[in-house]
């Protein structure tokens, strides 16, 4: 049934090269059956908890904190109910950013990496810990080993096709749900506009917690 279910199915996928894979593996799990999916997307969750449990202990918090987190309505609505592969990339980043904090520093530039590759939120990072490192080749490290794990995941694209020409499309014609959008929607009827200030304003915040030298935690 699942086909039939995808809105434009013309349009080339939105989805990154992890989130493909993953697509895949779900499907030869159970076919067009869900249950593969929420399998993996199960899997995340308890690679979430497991994170949580290690980062918490490191940092000295209280693990009874989890349960904040295990019991959120939301996280079961969006991610079990709705079926979101978004999923796998939080729990790639959660692992990410524990690892780095035992001072697995290569195996979390490779998780950062996978995660990139299933949403690219985890980009929003690399500024944060290139700052918070203090060894220029560490800098370095932490800027490139997960761009390159990001870049790797794309070659099998290359000679055929691209979720970015997709990614263009969306950005240039289509609406988002997020508050401010909204709020400028009602007085502004460009959508280019729209996004442009949206744009400049996620800049303006960005930058501001970039120069505040903010712990990275």
Not at 70 to 82: E, R
Not at 106 to 116: A, K, W
Not at 159 to 186: E, H, S, V
Request: hydrophobic letters at 60%; glycine letters at 4%; proline letters at 4%.
């Amino acid at each position: 049934l699942l086909p039939e279910k995808v809105t434009y199915p013309q349009i080339r996928t939105i989805y990154f090269p992890v989130s493909q894979f993953l697509f895949t593996l779900a499907y030869i799990i159970s076919g067009e059956n869900a249950i593969g999916l929420k399998i993996i997307l199960l899997l995340a969750e308890l690679l979430i908890l497991i994170s949580l449990n290690y980062l918490l202990k490191r940092l000295s918090i209280d693990l009874k904190y989890i349960l904040v987190y295990a019991v959120l309505p939301l996280v079961f609505f969006q991610f079990f109910i709705d079926a979101h592969v978004d999923l796998t990339g939080v729990a790639l980043m959660l692992a990410s950013i524990t690892l780095y904090f035992y001072d697995k520093k290569i195996f979390s530039y490779l998780l950062l990496g996978l995660s990139i590759s299933v949403k690219p939120t985890g980009l929003l990072l690399i500024p944060f810990l290139f700052q918070n490192e203090q060894k220029f080749i560490e800098k370095i490290k932490f800027v490139f080993i997960p761009i390159i794990v990001f870049i790797i995941t794309f070659l099998p694209y290359v000679f055929t096709a691209t979720p970015l020409d997709t990614i263009i499309n969306f950005t240039a014609k289509w609406t988002f749900n997020g508050m401010i959008f909204n709020i400028l929607n009602i007085f502004l009827s460009n959508n280019l506009s729209i996004r442009f200030l949206c744009g400049i304003l996620f800049l303006l915040v960005f930058i501001f917690l970039f120069i505040s030298i903010i712990e990275f935690l």
